[in-house]
């Protein structure tokens, strides 16, 4: 299986002599092509820190790692900047959506900085809006659609330029239930047919369950993983509760 992400000894410490908090310890990570992987532990554990290391928005105080066999620990500004373009898609709580554009406008944003040509840029927005459900609001305003669909259009957005990597950092915190679970089939179909490599940051164990895989992370360091294996998704649910009770703090049981 090809390896698209490798985390080899990650450690990040935040402050100076005296003063100091490290944040990761020892990280070690590997995350295969196709994977949806998820990312839990309590608040202050290091989730957001380790997605942000991984995502060339904060550099490690030591450690390598490697994103498609590219080492991104020494790259300069233009460097990362352009490697985030061409490798890596994000979705975030808040969505980010441009008023002023429509949301097919807002989908296609990302490939009018690559100059795809018109012709492959309406197949890949047919394509994406098809797996997220929304075809019908393509010629509507974020303004006029609702928090799930402007979740869908952003997660829409983050797919479109093919990334190696799609990083998702609490996606479903701001969506009722059944716009949560409609974002996590999409997410679910594209790493199962499209073979999109996907990695969750969650506090909630009902988006984990969507997941292969779940790494568990306290004061920093790896604490354990799930594997789902032939697990029903239910049963995956309650493993993940089950862990998250081990833990303490951060957890969320609505199924």
Do not use: M
């Given at each position: 299986m090809n390896i698209v992400v490798e985390a080899k000894n990650i450690k990040k410490v935040y402050g100076t002599k005296g003063n100091v908090f490290t944040a990761l310890n020892h990280i070690?990570?590997?995350?295969y092509k196709g994977e949806f992987v998820g990312v839990m532990g309590p608040s202050g554990a290091g989730k957001s820190t380790l997605l942000n290391v991984l995502a060339t928005i904060d550099q490690p105080t030591s450690g390598e790692i490697y994103i498609d066999g590219i080492s991104i620990t020494n790259m300069n500004e233009e460097q990362l900047a352009k490697f985030r373009r061409d490798k890596l898609g994000f979705i975030f709580q808040d969505y980010n959506l441009l008023d002023t554009l429509t949301v097919k406008e807002n989908i296609i944003l990302p490939l009018a900085l690559v100059?795809?040509?018109?012709?492959?840029?309406?197949?890949?927005?047919?394509?994406?809006?098809?797996?997220?459900?929304?075809?019908?609001?393509?010629?509507?305003?974020p303004y006029q659609i609702s928090g799930g669909q402007k979740q869908r259009?952003?997660?829409?957005?983050?797919?479109?330029?093919?990334?190696?990597?799609?990083?998702?950092d609490e996606p479903t915190g701001a969506l009722d239930s059944k716009s949560a679970t409609d974002l996590l089939e999409s997410?679910?179909?594209?790493?199962?047919?499209?073979?999109?490599?996907?990695?969750?940051?969650?506090h909630d164990a009902f988006a984990a369950s969507y997941c292969d895989r779940v790494i568990f992370i306290k004061d920093g360091q790896l604490f354990t993983e799930l594997v789902k294996g032939k697990s029903t998704r239910k049963e995956f649910f309650q493993k993940v509760l089950d862990v998250l009770s081990a833990l303490g703090g951060g957890l969320s049981d609505t199924i």
């Open positions: 070690n990570l590997k995350v100059k795809v040509n018109v012709d492959e840029l309406e197949k890949r927005v047919s394509a994406v809006a098809e797996t997220f459900g929304i075809h019908h609001i393509l010629e509507k305003y259009t952003a997660a829409a957005r983050a797919i479109i330029t093919k990334p190696s990597l799609l990083l998702a997410l679910k179909q594209l790493s199962e047919v499209d073979q999109a490599t996907i990695l969750l940051v969650t």
